[in-house]
């Protein structure tokens, strides 16, 4: 059967912006994301997402401090550009350094558009490591 991830919405009794996140989730997964969002605001897509400065900054994992110890599972697809591998790897380090448990894959065979598809696949390497990383809640 495949593989579903189901996201919990946080309890309606819970703010928009909680100071206990780590109440609402208990593993961050993280798959070939651009954290650096500071570069962002001098591409032309920020005519659509609009950041400011401010914004960028305030948003960049990579600058900000985790202020919740929850154990963070990063991938990236081999096949990704160099940005968006090094910026998966600073911020494995960036976790590791901040004392937040963390685990980087590095996936072979696949893209950008098509790593998602192998968390459905139960006999991948980094599924079968995302859900270790979940089960050990």
């Known amino acids: 059967p495949p593989f579903f991830l189901k996201i919990r919405r946080p309890p309606r009794s819970t703010p928009l912006y909680s100071s206990s996140a780590s109440d609402v ?5 993280m798959v070939s994301g651009l954290y650096e969002t500071r570069s962002l605001i001098s591409l032309s897509v920020n005519a659509e997402l609009r950041l400011t400065a401010d914004m960028a900054v305030r ?20 096949d990704e550009t160099y940005e968006f591998i090094e910026q998966s790897r600073d911020l494995a380090a960036v976790a590791v350094a901040s004392g937040v448990p963390c685990e980087f894959f590095l996936v072979e065979g696949v893209g950008h558009f098509t790593i998602i598809q192998r968390l459905a696949d139960l006999s991948e390497p980094m599924t079968a490591a995302f859900i270790n990383h979940v089960k050990n809640v």
């Open 25 to 29: 989730y208990k593993r961050q997964l």
């Open 59 to 78: 948003n960049c994992p990579l600058v900000q401090p985790f202020i919740r110890q929850v154990p963070l599972f990063v991938a990236v697809a081999a």
